[in-house]
C-alpha cells in the first residue's frame, strides 16, 4: 500500500498534505505519528466520565491534527463533535450519532494508517 | 550564546508540535511546552532569549488566552512576538488574539511556506525594530550632549568678558536642576515634568548673556557702581531676552522659551521690588525664580575678589534676611531641604556627573514611551546576567531557590532540583504535597513570616532547619533575600535565595558543645560548666535561696593505688550514676577534679532534709570490695554571699573540716568571724548531730 493509497483508504485528501507540508518524507512521519496520537483515547476516556472540557479539548486536538493531515472525513467529523461539545454544552439529540462517526472514521484511519505500516517495515 | 534564535511552541497536542518543530527546526532552537503554565514557566526562565511563541489556544491548565494576558501583565509581550496557530475559526477569538498583542494569526491546516514565511518575517522584523530603538536612543544621548556643550561653551564666553569663574554657570544649572527636583516632589503646583527640569536647567546657563551689551568698563569696574552704572548694568536681563526673542529661528522650543522667561526675569523678587518688570509672586515664571534664588545662593557661596566664601547656612540666612531680596517662601523650603545634596553637587559637579545626570533625565523620559521599554542592550545585560548566574549555580553544590509570589512560582538550580527530585520549575509551589513535604510547615510558616517582615534596607534572613533530601531529614541553613518592589509602599514580591547541608557542622558543633560541657568520664558537667550554670542560676533569680555541696571520695587514693586506676574509674562513675539519681530536675552535679563533686541546688525552706537525703543516697555501701565513704560540705546564701567563688571556697572549707575530723559525715559552713579562711575560725557542725536545726543565723557564734 502507497501512502497515497492509504488516504483514499482512510478518507483523506493526499495531494493537499503534500501541498501544505512539501515532502513525502513528512508526510509519511506525520500520518504514522498519528498511530501513537493519545487524543481518540483521551476523547473516549473523557466522555466515559462525563468529562465534557476534556472532551471538547480531546476533539479539538483530533480536528487540528486532521486539518493539518489532511485526514478530511475525520476532521469532518470531529469538527461537528468539537462544536456539539463547545463551552461545555448540555448533550443534543444526534449527539451519540457524532461520537459514533468520529469513532467510525477514527477506527478507519487507524487500520487504514497500520496497513501502510506494515507494507513500510517489510 | 548560540547564534540560532529560539522559538517556544505552547501547544497541548505532540503531534502538532512535532509538525512545528520539522518545520522550523533547522533554522531555529525549539522549546516545547504542553499546556499554558507550562509555557509561562518557559517565559519566565528564558525571557528575551526566546525570539518567538507559537502559540495554541484550546489547552488544559491554562488556555493561550490565559497565556496572553499574563505576558501583557509582566509586559513580556512588548518584546516577545507572539504567533497564534489554532484550528479556532471563529472572528471572535481571532479578534481577541490581536486584541492581546499577537502579532499574527495562522489558522489550521497550515501550510508549511507560510508558518515558515511568517516566523521568518516576525522574528526578521523585531530584531530590527530593537536596532532601530537603540539607535534612536544613542542618537537623543548624542543630541542632548551636543546641545549642552554648545550652552557650556556660549554662556562661558559671557563669563569670561565677565571675569567670573566660569564655574558659575555650572553651579546655577546643578543648584536649579537639584531645587527643581526638590519642589517637583514637594508640590504639583506647577506642574512640571522631568522634560521641564532638564530644559529649565539648560536655559539657565543662559541667564546672564544680556551682559554681552554692557560695556566692559561698567561690566568689570572694581568698585561700587554709581546709580547711573548701576541702571545700565540692570539692562541685562532685558537685552539677554530681547536677544532670544531676536532669534531668527527656534522661537518655538521650550529651551528657547524657557531661556527667554530666565534672561528676562531672573532679577524679579518675590516682593515685587525686582526688575525690569516689578512682577511680584509667582507673576514671576517658576524658572526665573528658581534661577534667581541660584544665582544669589552661588554668588554668596563662592569666593569672589571682593568677599569670602559664606557657608550654606550664612547664605541661607542671608537670603531669609532678605540681603539680596526676598524669594518665594517654598523655594526656600527646598533649598533648606537639599543643603546636603547641593554642597556634594557642587563639590563633585564636574561635567562628567553632568552629563551623567542628564542621560538619567533622558533615560526616564523613555521610559515613558513604552515602545522602547527594554532597549536591545538591556535585554543583553539580562542576558549576560541570566548567563553568570546559571554557570555559578552550576558549579556549586546547593539548593538554590528563586520564589515569586504572581505567578506563584518556584525556580531551582539544577543542582537543587536533582537532590530535591523536584521540577526545576515549579508553578504554585504551595499546592504541591511533594514540594510541601521536604520542609516542615512550621518552619515553612517561619520563614516566610521572617521574610515578610524584612524591609528593603535589610532583605536578608538566615533561618536554620531540618529538610528532607533524599529521604532523610538533614539540618540546612537557609539565606535568603526578600524581594521588594520599587514602588512606594514597597511590595513584597517574593525571595531568591539557598539552602546549605549545615547537618554534619552542626551536629559535630553540637558534640563538641557537649565535650566542652562535660566531664568525659563521668558524663556529668565539668567544673567550668558547672560553674557558667550556676552563676546563670544565681544571677536568674538573686533573691532565691541556694546551697552548694562538695563531696570527697574517702580513701580514694587507697581504692587507686590497691586496685589500679582503671578500678579507680569505675568508683567514681559509680559515685556519678548515684549522684545523678539523687538529685532533683533542676539541681545541677558536676565533677570538680580528681575524686571531688559538686552538687548545686535551689530550696524552699527545709534545706536539711534535702542535703541529708542526698547524702543518705550517695553514701555508704561497697563498688565491689571498696566501701563507699562520702565526706561533704555545704554552703548555703542564707549564710554565704550569693556568688559562686563563695559559696564553693565556703562549701570546701566546711568538707576541709569533715575531712579533719573522721570524715564518712557532713557539715555545713557557719562564717563566725570576718577573716574567712583561717580554717581553725570555722566550725562545722557535724551533720548527724545537727538533724533538726535547720536554721542557722549568718554570725551566730557556735
Redesign the interface.
Known amino acids: 500500500m502507497t501512502l497515497k493509497e492509504c488516504y483514499a483508504a482512510l478518507g483523506g485528501d493526499y495531494d493537499?498534505a503534500m501541498?501544505?507540508?512539501?515532502s513525502e518524507r513528512?508526510v509519511q512521519?506525520?500520518v504514522l505519528?498519528?498511530l501513537n496520537?493519545g487524543?481518540h483515547q483521551l476523547l473516549c476516556d473523557s466522555l466515559a466520565a462525563g468529562d465534557r472540557d476534556?472532551a471538547?479539548?480531546a476533539a479539538?486536538?483530533i480536528?487540528?491534527?486532521c486539518?493539518?493531515?489532511?485526514f478530511n472525513a475525520l476532521l469532518n467529523s470531529s469538527e461537528a463533535l468539537t462544536e456539539a461539545l463547545r463551552d461545555g454544552r448540555p448533550p443534543q439529540p444526534g449527539e451519540e450519532e457524532l461520537i459514533a462517526r468520529v469513532n467510525a472514521d477514527y477506527d478507519r484511519a487507524y487500520r487504514a494508517i497500520q496497513e501502510f505500516q506494515a507494507g513500510v517495515s517489510e | 550564546m548560540t547564534s540560532k534564535q529560539t522559538i517556544l511552541i505552547i501547544d497541548?497536542?505532540?503531534?502538532?508540535r512535532?509538525?512545528l518543530a520539522?518545520m522550523l527546526g533547522n533554522e531555529f532552537d525549539i522549546i516545547e511546552a504542553e499546556n499554558g503554565v507550562e509555557g509561562v514557566a518557559m517565559l519566565q526562565k528564558h525571557g528575551p532569549e526566546i525570539s518567538l511563541v507559537l502559540l495554541?489556544i484550546?489547552?488544559?491548565e491554562m488556555d493561550g488566552f490565559g497565556v496572553l494576558n499574563l505576558m501583557n501583565k509582566y509586559h513580556w509581550i512588548e518584546d516577545i512576538p507572539v504567533i497564534m496557530i489554532?484550528?479556532e475559526r471563529g472572528s471572535t477569538h481571532i479578534e481577541r488574539a490581536f486584541d492581546l498583542g499577537v502579532i499574527d494569526f495562522i489558522s489550521?491546516?497550515?501550510?508549511?511556506?507560510i508558518v515558515h514565511r511568517r516566523v521568518v518575517n516576525t522574528i526578521l522584523l523585531y530584531a530590527k525594530q530593537k536596532r532601530l530603538t537603540a539607535m534612536v536612543a544613542e542618537q537623543i544621548f548624542e543630541k542632548e550632549h551636543r546641545s549642552s556643550l554648545m550652552i557650556d561653551i556660549l554662556s562661558h564666553i559671557v563669563e569670561f568678558r565677565n571675569g567670573e569663574s566660569g564655574m558659575h554657570v555650572r553651579h546655577v544649572h546643578t543648584l536649579t536642576e537639584t531645587i527643581l527636583k526638590v519642589l517637583l516632589r514637594r508640590t504639583e503646583k506647577y506642574h512640571l515634568t522631568q522634560t521641564d527640569i532638564s530644559v529649565i536647567s539648560t536655559a539657565s546657563a543662559l541667564h546672564d548673556i544680556g551682559k554681552i551689551a554692557i560695556p566692559e568698563d561698567v561690566l568689570n569696574k572694581p568698585g561700587k557702581l554709581t546709580n547711573e552704572e548701576f541702571a545700565i548694568m540692570k539692562t541685562h536681563s532685558m537685552v539677554g531676552a530681547e536677544m532670544l526673542e531676536a532669534l531668527p529661528f527656534y522661537q518655538d522650543e521650550p529651551l528657547v522659551k524657557a531661556a527667554y522667561q530666565i534672561c528676562r526675569w531672573h532679577h524679579e523678587r518675590w516682593d515685587g521690588r525686582g526688575y525690569p518688570d516689578r512682577l511680584k509672586g509667582d507673576e514671576i515664571p517658576i524658572s526665573a525664580q528658581i534661577v534667581a534664588l541660584a544665582d544669589v545662593y552661588d554668588a554668596l557661596t563662592s569666593e569672589r575678589v571682593y568677599k569670602p566664601a559664606f557657608s550654606h547656612e550664612q547664605a541661607v540666612n542671608m537670603i531669609l534676611n532678605g540681603e539680596c531680596g526676598t524669594f518665594n517662601p517654598l523655594l526656600m523650603d527646598c533649598l533648606r531641604d537639599c543643603a546636603d545634596v547641593i554642597q556634594e553637587e557642587l563639590k563633585g559637579g564636574n561635567l562628567e556627573d553632568r552629563s551623567h545626570r542628564e542621560i538619567q533625565n533622558v533615560a526616564l523620559e523613555l521610559h515613558k514611551h513604552e515602545e522602547l521599554i527594554a532597549s536591545e542592550r538591556t535585554l543583553e545585560l539580562l542576558e549576560h546576567e541570566r548567563m553568570k548566574y546559571s554557570f555559578f549555580a552550576s558549579l556549586t553544590k546547593e539548593i538554590q531557590f528563586e520564589y515569586t509570589v504572581t505567578p506563584p512560582s518556584l525556580v531551582l538550580s539544577t543542582w537543587g532540583a536533582e537532590k530535591l527530585n523536584l521540577p526545576e520549575v515549579l508553578m504554585d509551589p504551595y499546592q504541591n504535597q511533594q514540594a510541601r513535604a521536604i520542609m516542615d510547615a512550621r518552619d515553612l510558616d517561619n520563614l516566610a513570616d521572617m521574610l515578610h517582615s524584612t524591609t528593603p534596607g535589610n532583605p536578608v534572613v538566615t533561618y536554620d532547619c531540618k529538610l528532607r533530601v533524599e529521604g532523610e531529614e538533614r539540618w540546612h541553613r537557609i539565606i535568603a533575600r526578600a524581594a521588594w518592589s520599587s514602588e512606594e509602599p514597597p511590595r513584597y514580591t517574593g525571595c531568591i535565595g539557598k539552602a546549605l547541608d549545615n547537618h554534619s557542622s552542626r551536629l559535630q558543633m553540637e558534640n563538641l558543645e557537649r565535650q566542652a560541657s562535660h566531664d568525659t568520664l563521668t558524663g556529668l558537667l565539668n567544673r567550668a560548666y558547672a560553674k557558667k550554670r550556676i552563676m546563670e542560676r544565681l544571677e536568674d533569680r538573686p533573691g532565691g535561696h541556694y546551697a552548694l555541696a562538695i563531696l570527697d571520695l574517702d580513701y580514694f587514693k587507697s581504692a587507686n593505688d590497691t586496685y589500679g586506676h582503671m578500678f579507680g574509674d569505675q568508683v567514681l562513675k559509680f559515685l556519678a550514676e548515684r549522684m545523678r539519681h539523687s538529685i532533683r530536675g533542676g539541681d545541677i552535679a558536676a565533677r570538680v577534679g580528681g575524686d571531688e563533686f559538686l552538687i548545686f541546688l535551689e530550696y524552699k525552706e527545709d534545706l536539711e532534709s534535702t542535703i541529708e537525703g542526698i547524702y543518705n543516697r550517695v553514701n555508704g555501701g561497697v563498688y565491689e570490695d571498696f566501701k563507699i565513704s562520702v565526706s561533704m560540705g555545704v554552703a548555703s546564701t542564707e549564710l554565704v554571699d550569693a556568688d559562686f567563688e563563695t559559696l564553693f571556697r565556703c562549701a570546701d572549707e566546711a568538707l576541709y573540716v569533715v575531712k579533719n575530723s573522721g570524715k564518712g559525715h557532713y557539715s555545713y559552713y557557719h562564717e563566725v568571724h570576718t577573716h574567712v579562711g583561717e580554717v581553725s575560725a570555722v566550725s562545722p557542725i557535724d551533720g548527724e548531730s545537727a538533724a533538726g536545726k535547720t536554721a542557722q543565723k549568718k554570725g551566730e557564734q557556735v
Request: proline share 5%; aromatic share 10%; glycine share 4%.
Open positions: 493537499e501541498g501544505r507540508l512539501r513528512l512521519k506525520f505519528k498519528f496520537d487524543s476534556e471538547f479539548r479539538h486536538t480536528k487540528g491534527v486539518a493539518n493531515l489532511a | 497541548d497536542s505532540e503531534m502538532n512535532a509538525i520539522d495554541d484550546v489547552m488544559p489554532s484550528a489550521r491546516p497550515f501550510d508549511a511556506l
